[in-house]
């Protein structure tokens, strides 16, 4: 009888620390962790200023970062597989520049907005040519890069500003979704995120972007073609700059060369803060959309309460670093955890 009971305590027991165990890897999840973040950033805020939690301030807060959240998707697949690309601002700003110049020639809607994909996935692609091709860093090539798109549209600009666009024109960067209060930026980037959750998670290719990200030489003599890969990635980062562009000019109705101008940074910073390893080989598209959420109304927050573009830019320096070391110390808490319990079961 009492062997029956030492047995149903030790059941019992057991069960506690699986419970505890499931729900210490539950709270720990980065994804989990941002939400709490989030929440605590609209409790905030929302004590802070009566406009914060508001919905229609919210829904229009979301123009402000759809266009790098929308970057932030390809970004995803670039950094997966430990590149990177800090050209990325500058090619906005190039593809803008043909917007702008093309617009005041009086080009339709359509040619502007096919102008600007196309410019942006040549740049894109010249990037992966480049890196690929030349077996040089990502980084020392998009920072090469950076200067000449950059270069080209400062060039060709200089002070000059390009206001004139066709009735219509601000539709997507400005207007809502008809009989809501839902920007259209912000749809577009809800279904870009969702075709690039299927992608990454349910396909070949996603898994692919692992293995490259985890070990390239693995992934090469495993029959993936790493190079194509990489070159796709960074041609698709063109193409969706590209859009960014159409999407931010029509906001603004104002291209000037130093459009999009530390984009670089937020951008990246989006992707790392969602949890994708700086690294390469983890990561998840979900993770980067609760990211985008957490520093857009951030800054929407510190907007409304006048914070200065300065003070911004220091918080979302910040964050860059606390998202690449605090992953490693819940790996580290992880690993150290999960050491002391086969310590404490011999």
Request: hydrophobic fraction near 55%.
């Amino acid at each position: 009888m009492s062997e029956n009971k030492q047995f149903v305590a030790q059941s019992r027991l057991i069960d506690e620390m699986s419970l505890k165990n499931r729900l210490v890897e539950f709270i720990t999840k980065w994804e989990v962790i941002l939400s709490f973040l989030i929440v605590i950033v609209f409790v905030f805020f929302s004590n802070m200023t009566p406009y914060f939690l508001d919905w229609f301030n919210l829904m229009n807060a979301t123009f402000q970062f759809s266009e790098k959240a929308i970057i932030a998707l390809p970004m995803i697949f670039i950094i997966m597989c430990g590149d990177i690309d800090i050209s990325i601002a500058s090619i906005i700003a190039l593809c803008a520049y043909v917007i702008g110049i093309s617009a005041e020639a009086g080009a339709s809607i359509p040619s502007l907005i096919v102008l600007s994909l196309l410019v942006g996935t040549v740049a894109g692609l010249i990037n992966g040519l480049l890196i690929t091709g030349l077996n040089m860093p990502a980084i020392a090539v998009t920072l090469a890069t950076q200067s000449i798109y950059r270069g080209i549209a400062t060039g060709m600009l200089g002070e000059h500003a390009c206001t004139k666009y066709p009735e219509g024109f601000s539709f997507f960067g400005q207007e809502f979704i008809p009989g809501t209060i839902i920007p259209f930026a912000f749809v577009l980037y809800l279904v870009l995120m969702l075709v690039f959750f299927f992608v990454l998670h349910k396909t070949a290719y996603g898994r692919r972007l692992y293995a490259i990200g985890n070990s390239a030489e693995t992934a090469r003599f495993s029959g993936i073609n790493v190079r194509r890969t990489r070159i796709l990635n960074y041609t698709l980062t063109g193409l969706f700059c590209g859009i960014a562009a159409v999407l931010l000019a029509s906001r603004i109705l104002s291209v000037r060369s130093n459009i999009a101008t530390g984009w670089d940074l937020e951008i990246i910073t989006l992707v790392v803060l969602g949890g994708v390893s700086i690294t390469g080989g983890r990561g998840t598209v979900f993770g980067v959309f609760i990211g985008s959420l957490l520093v857009g109304y951030l800054k929407f927050g510190m907007g409304l309460l006048k914070f200065s573009g300065t003070v911004m830019t220091i918080v979302i320096g910040s964050l860059l670093i606390t998202a690449v070391l605090l992953p490693r110390l819940l790996d580290m808490y992880k690993a150290n955890r999960k050491l002391r319990m086969q310590q404490g079961g011999l």
